[in-house]
Each structure stands twice: as C-alpha cells, then as structure tokens.
C-alpha cells in the first residue's frame, strides 16, 4: 500500500469515527426531543383548557408563545427518512447555521439503500464541508448552500451547490483546482473513489460564481 493511500485510509477512519460518535448522537437527540414534544401534546392541549377556563388570555398567550419556540425548534430538523443520512445532513447543517452560512435543503432518501450509509454519509459529508469552505471567503449576505437529495428512477440523485469568491473556478488536468490544505484533496478523491466503486455518476460545475457538483448512484 502506498504511502498516500495509507493517509487516505486513515483520514477516512478519522472521519468515519467523527460520524458515528458524534454527528448520530446529535440527531438522535433532536429525535428524542420530538418524541418528547408528541408526549406531552395532550398535557399542553389540557393546561391550555385550564387557562380558558379560568379566563387568563394573558398565560394563554405566553404559553401560545412557548409552544410555538418549541414547534420551530423541531421543525428545523430535516428528516430525509434515512436516520444515518439525517444525522449528517442535521449536523453539517447546523455547522453551516453557527458559521453564518444558510442552507437551504430537500432531502428524501429511503431506508434500504444499495450504497453503504458509510459511504454515503462520507459523500455527503465531504460535499458539505467542501461548500461551507468555500462560502467562508464571501460576504455573509452573499453566501448560500443548496442541497437537493431525492430518488429519480432507480437512482439516488444528489445535487449540491454553493457561491463561490471567484467566477469560474479553473481545472487542472480535467480537475478543479483546490485552494485548501494538501489533506484536503483526500475527501474529493474519496468521493470519485465511491462513485466509480459502484458505477455512479459524477459532474462538478463551475458557473457565474456558483459551482455545482452533481451525483448519481444506481439503487437496484
């Protein structure tokens, strides 16, 4: 094994132990706290009663107020139907949200999927990474990241797009040119890595400012 496939490997097991210790623990509170809230619908629909009964618009308000901080609270979460994939989406999304860099996401990925969730989770997390980087060097009213993940055909179709400082983004040898650390390019090479593995698709895309990667993973 060569010395840079030996650095890939244990930058991916790094990676990997990140995941599953600690972006799964995150989404599997944000779940808990769900359940919870769900729990004690009936308590709040009966405290509410009280509060009518007795007349006190004042606490109802209040209490209207608090019910609704908590409902945004839940709703921020994205659920995409894929627990392993929601712990990563989750937690790279509020990486984003505490760096000042929006997200605007539509994610629907079954339970049972041909690719591996380390695999994918690895992809996904790489992706968004690679796109909170680079919205770091934009003014903060001109950073956005967009995700779309959804099945189309037999398919598992993932779009990602981001703003860029510069216009057009160069390629050398047929690949874009990466302006981070020498261990940076380790997360692109995994991803075309797990694409070719299982006979995907891949396009990156850079545009008026904006670049796009696109993928395709066959599901049968």
């Not at 599953?20 to 619908?41: L, S």
């Not at 709040?44 to 007795?54: G, N, S």
């Not at 712990?87 to 949200?97: G, R």
């Not at 996401?105 to 380390?118: K, M, N, R």
Request: glycine share 4%.
């Amino acid at each position: 094994m060569s010395l840079l496939s030996k650095k890939i490997d244990k930058h991916i097991a790094a990676y990997q132990r990140e995941l599953i210790e600690t972006h799964y623990a995150e989404v599997e509170n944000m779940y808990k706290q769900i359940r919870g809230w769900r729990h004690d619908y009936r308590n709040h629909i009966q405290t509410m009663k009280a509060l009518v009964a007795d007349g006190d618009m004042e606490a109802i308000d209040s209490y209207l107020d608090k019910l609704d901080i908590d409902l945004k609270t839940v709703d921020t979460v994205i659920k995409t139907g894929n627990k392993m994939v929601d712990a990563i989406v989750n937690s790279k999304i509020s990486l984003a949200k505490s760096k000042n860099v929006p997200v605007k996401a539509d994610a629907h990925v079954p339970i049972a999927l041909t690719i591996s969730e380390i695999d994918l989770c690895v992809i996904i997390g790489n992706l968004f990474d690679n796109a909170i980087e680079a919205s770091l060097a934009l003014p903060e009213d001109e950073r956005m990241i967009r995700v779309y993940i959804d099945i189309k055909n037999t398919q598992l179709y993932m779009s990602f797009t981001n703003f860029t400082a510069t216009k057009k983004q160069q390629k050398i040898s047929g690949v874009f040119k990466t302006t981070k650390g020498k261990d940076h390019g380790f997360g692109l090479i995994r991803i075309d890595d797990i694409v070719e593995r299982y006979g995907g698709y891949l396009s990156r895309n850079s545009e008026d400012g904006a670049f796009t990667t696109e993928i395709l993973l066959p599901q049968k």
